[in-house]
């Protein structure tokens, strides 16, 4: 991780869980005078305790590293609202449908931007039957390549991982109108909206 827990963090959740410096150094088994110091920024919890100071203050270690703790506010789950993430250093893709902070590869990961689109980036969608078939016109080398291709609907998300010896097309079963996304290594996350009406028969 890029940055360490600061004092300010920890008393701040602590408060919000009502726990007093003693409470919390008798959870993690320190002293209270430990608590104070890293609270007032006369010190540092050592490596090993961020893991028991997080589960004390009930948060995740990497919530506790960043500062935030998340909580979902979309408990209703409207997947079109979705928020999908590409780690930079493996190309691992993760999806979350509310609030989330996101890590990988020791990397904290921002929420892609979508952008419509474009002559170099066209979706393409033709409806066979019940299945929308998908297709990207783009190259497919180990340096520029479209890593995936995915169609949200109202209550599901289908994703396709691509590689580079292969083509930037796949199949997805109809479920209604939504969003197709691509996501291209070197220009980012590509979208299209989609409908019955929209595609070609």
Known sequence: ?????????????????????AE???IIGVSDKAVSKW?????YPDITLLDPIAKALRISTIELLSGNDIT????SGNILKSQL?????????VCSIGEALVSCCGITLPPLEA???DDEHRIHCTLV?????????HEMSKEHYISFLAYVSGDRLNMVKLYPEGNAEARFKFKGSGLLYCYCIKHGLIRKRISKSSAKG
Request: hydrophobic content about 30%; charged content about 35%.
């Open 24 to 26: 919390l150094a008798e």
């Open 1 to 21: 991780m890029n940055r360490y827990v600061t004092g300010a963090v920890i008393k701040r959740l602590r408060e919000k869980q009502r726990l007093t410096q």
């Open 115 to 117: 952008e419509d689109e």
């Open 85 to 93: 993430y590409v780690c930079p250093a493996c190309r691992n893709a």
């Open 39 to 43: 609270e007032t920024g006369k010190g």
């Open 72 to 75: 979902n506010r979309n408990r």
């Open 129 to 137: 039957e019940d299945e929308f078939f998908v297709s990207v016109d």
